[in-house]
């Protein structure tokens, strides 16, 4: 018999919680077999939107708190005066071994700072990133850090290079993925001392990774290298505008599709091709990104997604749950440093 999967949910974290979330349980079920919920939240709120959500109501065991960290509320706030908050039982449950996995669209610093706190990092790792897929003209690549760390030093940039590479391999399932810094220019004169320093230290690295040097903004979504490396700041602006930009460019084709009726009938025409191009840039499909570094599956959903890209981020999280990504990441990075896991590690025996 399968083993039943059980992923602990913020189910107030997010613009629209907690209605995506329920809703987002309920979709991902189409797709889900043997898993269960651990819903934490309000239970007031919670407990009509599951009479409304059957499938999700017999997978679902709600875990009552008022408490929630908003979207503005400090790191440090959240650490102090969020132990009851809805993100933080739902990490403590993966801390317990109670859930596999967490899954929260709240307040991305302090789901990192609680998820770090509770859950500590690999070892050798000071700052864990957020990653992500990102659709590009020859592929997938990964994109880290997406909003994390908004300040970082070169030896954090190494580390997000080294997370990426063992997470392009595992996850995109490249074998030599291709590695390259973020930055306002190609040339190696350029850029802040962080980036030059990290790009100096992984020229000279003894370590197997093809490091291709630095990449611009347009770059990305050509697809010249598997793994993009930059600090949250500029990561997660990136991405934001990235998103923006495919919505207003389905905005204006979806406009020019329907000014005439010669365009609506070339818009019948190409109708499939159109639901092609509008599944692939679709944000949603990419939504679900993991913190690298954690010794613990932690996905952060987008905060203004839908119950669709919510179910996304579920998915993720049984995706790297289900295939031990999470544990092959902690051994390559291991194999990467120079410092093998021992058998007895390899084991489980700690």
């Not at 650490?79 to 669209?105: K, P, Q, T």
């Not at 590009?136 to 908004?150: C, F, H, I, K, P």
Request: proline share 3%; net charge negative; with cysteine.
């Amino acid at each position: 018999m399968t083993e039943t999967l059980t992923l602990s949910i913020d189910a107030m974290g997010g613009d629209n919680a907690p209605n995506m979330v329920v809703e987002g349980i309920e979709t991902s079920l189409s797709h889900l077999a043997e898993v269960k919920f651990l819903l934490f939240g309000d239970e007031v709120k919670l407990a009509p939107l599951l009479e409304n959500h059957p499938w999700a109501a017999a997978v679902t065991e709600i875990r009552h708190t008022v408490e929630a960290i908003t979207n503005d509320q400090k790191v440090s706030s959240a650490l102090r005066g969020g132990r009851n908050s809805s993100m933080r039982l739902a990490i403590d449950a993966v801390g317990a071994g109670e859930a596999a996995g967490v899954i929260s669209a709240g307040n991305t610093g302090a789901l990192m700072a609680m998820a770090k706190f509770v859950l500590k990092t690999l070892p050798g790792i000071d700052r864990p990133a957020i990653a992500a897929y990102y659709p590009t003209q020859r592929g997938e690549s990964v994109m880290l850090d997406l909003g994390a760390n908004v300040d970082c030093d070169a030896d954090n940039l190494v580390q997000f290079a080294v997370m990426g590479e063992v997470f392009a391999r595992n996850v995109l399932g490249l074998e030599n993925p291709s590695i390259g810094i973020l930055n306002v220019g190609a040339e190696n004169l350029k850029g802040n001392e962080a980036v030059k320093k990290a790009s100096a230290m992984l020229q000279e690295t003894s370590l197997p990774i093809k490091f291709h040097g630095f990449i611009e903004g347009d770059d990305i979504s050509a697809g010249i290298v598997n793994v993009v490396v930059t600090d949250g700041f500029t990561g997660n602006i990136a991405l934001k505008t990235s998103e923006g930009t495919a919505k207003m460019f389905g905005e204006f084709l979806k406009q020019a599709l329907s000014e005439s009726l010669i365009s609506k009938f070339g818009a019948l025409l190409a109708s499939n091709a159109l639901k092609k191009f509008k599944m692939k840039v679709d944000p949603r499909r990419y939504n679900g990104a993991m913190f690298l570094g954690l010794n613990g599956i932690c996905i952060k959903s987008h905060g203004g997604t839908d119950a669709l890209g919510f179910a996304n981020a579920i998915h993720v999280a049984e995706e790297l749950i289900t295939h031990s990504f999470n544990d092959r990441i902690k051994e390559d990075y291991a194999l990467l440093s120079g410092n093998p896991p021992t058998t007895e590690k390899a084991a489980g025996s700690e």
